[in-house]
């Protein structure tokens, strides 16, 4: 019985608090309702972290989906310009051919290579399909082939410099290089494509001298395949490469004949330095501007004009083997742009036979913006 006394007063205070409860919330249920009870707090943390990661797959999404269009474009684009520098490079080849064909109808319409013929025209512009061409054909034997000095032999008998060795020191002088730096420059460059290390000049260098530079190289001991390897002769500065370098050229042969026909009125200093000292460079200018329209029929033509009268005939003679009034080597220097791609072009051509001109080197690229002050550092 007293079980069931203290049962009794425990469920009645179990009512009481219910009571009391429902009091203090306001709210009584009714029958077979149920009570709601609050969140808890950490759920609705868990719905924040959500939205978040939600806000950051999204991004990435974005920006994976902008780099993908990025790099379809860069792929886009970079088709489109290989597309374009290959149709630039088959202009280049029909840009040869009509080269081909200017000087093969020099040769068949005159004995000699002169500026009034079709391949002499000054730089052209030919509009293509979607394309633009700029170019012009330009003699390289017009100009001082420096290979030539490869077949300078020295004299056994005495010291004297050999004819194409002095022609291009003067040829310095004449530009304003310093005497004595002229003739190391020279003679280096004899003893650069000479075929042997043993020195033949008497200030020239060979490679104990490079290899003293720094960076140390050796001579090449052959020919130049560009003008612009003049730089890495000794005592050939950036500046002395600046005043020579529209005067010479680097032929893939060891001989050397000028054109009297096709040499500019402003390489008149190169006739000039051939003749020293007996040819003033204004004289030499005079022959040029007042050089028939079709040129001189033969080199003899040429060594009787008036203002060489004074020239001794052995220095004619001599000369004379050195010159003549027709042109075996040609030069394409062509530019070609397709829609913003541009391409350049350098061929040279070769006609062994007066009636059909090969190309046998081709060189694409800027070599237009080449600079000369590149190359090793010399003491």
């Keep these: 019985m007293t079980n069931s006394v203290h049962l009794k007063h425990a469920t009645g205070q179990s009512s009481v608090r219910k009571i009391e409860q429902e009091r203090k919330t306001g709210q009584k249920l009714k029958r077979g309702q149920r009570r709601n009870y609050a969140r808890p707090k950490h759920s609705a943390r868990q719905t924040g972290v959500a939205l978040i990661v939600v806000l950051m797959l999204l991004a990435i999404m974005a920006t994976i989906a902008a780099t993908m269009s990025e790099r379809l ?109 002229a003739e190391i420059a020279a003679q280096s460059l004899w003893e650069f494509v000479d075929n042997n290390g043993a020195i033949n000049s008497t200030v020239g260098v060979e490679d104990s001298t490079y290899e003293s530079l720094k960076p140390a190289y050796m001579t090449a001991n052959s020919l130049l395949a560009d003008s612009s390897e003049l730089r890495s002769v000794y005592q050939v500065s950036a500046q002395v490469m600046e005043k020579v370098h529209p005067f010479v050229c680097a032929l893939p042969t060891t001989e050397f004949r000028l054109n009297v026909n096709t040499i500019s009125v402003d390489n008149a200093a ?107 550092e010399q003491k």
């Design 270 to 376: 190169l006739l000039a330095a051939m003749f020293h000292p007996a040819l003033a460079e204004s004289d030499a200018k005079k022959i040029l501007e007042d050089r028939p329209f079709d040129g001189w029929d033969n080199v003899d033509d040429f060594l009787s004009e008036p203002a060489l009268a004074s020239v001794k005939e052995q220095q004619k003679k001599q000369v004379k083997g050195y010159l003549t009034v027709d042109s075996a080597y040609f030069e394409l220097d062509a530019t070609i742009e397709v829609d913003h791609s541009r391409v350049r072009v350098r061929s040279l051509l070769f006609s062994d036979d007066r009636e059909t001109a090969t190309v046998i080197r081709r060189r694409f690229g800027g070599i237009g913006e080449r600079v000369f002050d590149r190359s090793a």
């Design 73 to 181: 474009f860069s792929q886009f684009k970079r088709t489109e310009n290989q597309l374009n520098y290959q149709q630039a490079y088959w202009y280049s080849v029909g840009v040869e051919s009509l080269a081909k064909v200017g000087i093969e109808q020099s040769f068949k319409d005159s004995d000699n290579i002169n500026l009034s013929q079709p391949w002499a025209l000054e730089e052209q512009t030919y509009p293509l399909e979607n394309a633009t061409l700029v170019g012009r054909l330009v003699d390289k034997q017009a100009c001082f082939n420096l290979n030539a000095l490869a077949s300078a032999e020295a004299s056994t008998t005495t010291d004297k410099t050999p004819y194409l060795v002095e022609t291009l020191q003067v040829l310095l002088e004449e530009q304003g290089v310093e005497n004595y730096q």
